[in-house]
């Protein structure tokens, strides 16, 4: 049974860092291609940051890059995003997905495997 379980979450003051993550139990982990989405209220969802089954390539939105990095770690099953300088837009659920096949997407409909989400909200 697949399963994605993202934490980290939670309340920061603009300019703080956070750091979540996506435990995952998705068999042989180094077959996926992680990502991380965000859906803000009364927003679609949207995509900020993607990696490879290797990580040797990784996919930003332009409104993160240079503050996020997405990691993974292929002995612990787990990704990463660390956020730094967090601003009030960032705020949103934060959810995890999987894509079988080790190739990055932009697309959420390409992903197969979804977390449940972990709230990030950043006060100005």
């Known amino acids: 049974q697949v399963q994605l379980v993202e934490s980290g979450g939670g309340l920061v003051q603009a300019g703080a860092s956070l750091r979540l993550s996506c435990a995952a139990s998705?068999?042989?982990?180094?077959?996926?291609?992680f990502a991380w989405f965000r859906q803000a209220p009364g927003k679609e969802r949207e995509f900020v940051v993607a990696i490879s089954w290797s990580g040797g390539t990784t996919n930003y939105a332009d409104s993160v890059k240079g503050r996020f990095t997405i990691s993974r770690d292929n002995v612990k099953n787990t990704v990463y995003l660390q956020m730094n300088s967090l601003k009030p837009e960032d705020t949103a659920i934060y959810y995890c997905?999987?894509?079988?096949?080790?190739?990055?997407?932009?697309?959420?409909?390409?992903?197969?495997?979804w977390g449940q989400g972990t709230q990030v909200t950043v006060s100005s």
């Open positions: 998705v068999g042989t982990f180094s077959n996926y291609a």
């Open positions: 997905a999987a894509r079988y096949g080790g190739r990055t997407s932009m697309r959420d409909d390409e992903y197969n495997y």
